[in-house]
């Protein structure tokens, strides 16, 4: 079944994603590799991932109408890529097919979750703003960016969307100099890494508060254990980590964005819809890979209940 977001329908609700599509190979090792160092692991295996593509399917499975927009290779790894996407009902037909290879992620995981990966971008490369039409850009819409695809096409991607009043939400992974994006946002979500990044190069502190003051935009900071800070017009917002067994932690910071997004696109405010992100993240770590981990829309709102 595919979970379309079709334009020009009044009141439609939902995310496009505009981001990168990997194939990732997935290698369980005992412990994480150092410079100049081989470390022997377990069977590696082949998963679909890249940060636009697990945010996708994250967001979808929450129960949202969901688009991607990127770009893939003619090549056997884009359907590894694309599998997640395709079974969980994500639209595709802004999917863009190119004659450069699939992006790929060499991933290492070591036996506390902790993990290590190198990206090849490939076609991610070739993904271009103009795969998306105005008519989807409305105010029902909220649209999602990582910074795995070229900066020049999000610039111009954020600067129409804006212009046709859709809600624009940016996680700022793997963070670049590319701070001319910032100031079109709605809100930038970053993790205390990236947030420690920017924050050196604005000159401030790394609290959500602080480069919001910065940026004079909406802030999140997501801090693993520690929860999840937020800085806003109207409040400071401060979302606990829900209780989670760690297997693989790969897609947390993607499943907590894409689900994030969902929430925002049903109208729910800012501090709701970090409580179920914080919920699904919980779900996502406890299990292996990174699109393949992203809950359901019930296993999120039944760990809601338990709180």
Do not use: Y
């Not at 090792?29 to 082949?46: C, F, Y």
């Not at 939400?169 to 890494?193: K, R």
């Amino acid at each position: 079944m595919r979970c379309a977001i079709s334009p020009g329908r009044a009141g439609l609700m939902g995310v496009l994603v505009f981001g990168s599509a990997n194939a990732d190979l997935v290698f369980p090792v005992p412990e994480l590799p150092a410079p100049g160092r081989t470390v022997m692991g377990q069977a590696w295996r082949a998963l679909p991932g890249g940060k636009g593509a697990n945010q996708a399917v994250a967001a979808a499975r929450d129960g949202v109408p969901t688009a991607f927009a990127g770009a893939v290779g003619r090549d056997a790894l884009a359907a590894v890529a694309m599998s997640a996407l395709r079974d969980s009902g994500v639209d595709l037909t802004r999917l863009r097919d190119t004659d450069a290879p699939t992006g790929a992620a060499c991933i290492c995981v070591d036996q506390a979750g902790r993990n290590q990966i190198a990206v090849a971008p490939g076609a991610n490369a070739l993904a271009r703003a103009d795969q998306v039409e105005d008519a989807i850009l409305s105010p029902a819409t909220v649209l999602l960016l990582q910074m795995e695809v070229p900066v020049a096409e999000m610039e111009q991607l954020i600067g129409r969307a804006r212009r046709r009043g859709a809600r624009v939400v940016l996680n700022f992974a793997p963070p670049e100099d590319a701070l001319s994006l910032l100031g079109g946002l709605d809100l930038l979500v970053a993790n205390e890494h990236e947030a420690a990044w920017l924050a050196d190069r604005l000159g401030s502190s790394p609290d959500a508060q602080a480069l919001r003051a910065a940026l004079g935009v909406d802030v999140a900071v997501t801090r693993g254990e520690a929860g999840a800070d937020a800085a806003t017009a109207a409040a400071i917002l401060h979302q606990p980590a829900f209780a989670a067994s760690v297997v693989d932690t790969t897609g947390a910071g993607d499943c907590w964005c894409g689900v994030l997004a969902a929430g925002l696109s049903r109208g729910e405010p800012l501090a709701a819809a970090m409580r179920r992100a914080a919920a699904a993240a919980s779900i996502a770590i406890g299990r292996t890979g990174a699109a393949a981990a992203m809950p359901l829309q019930a296993e999120t709102e039944a760990a809601l209940l338990r709180g």
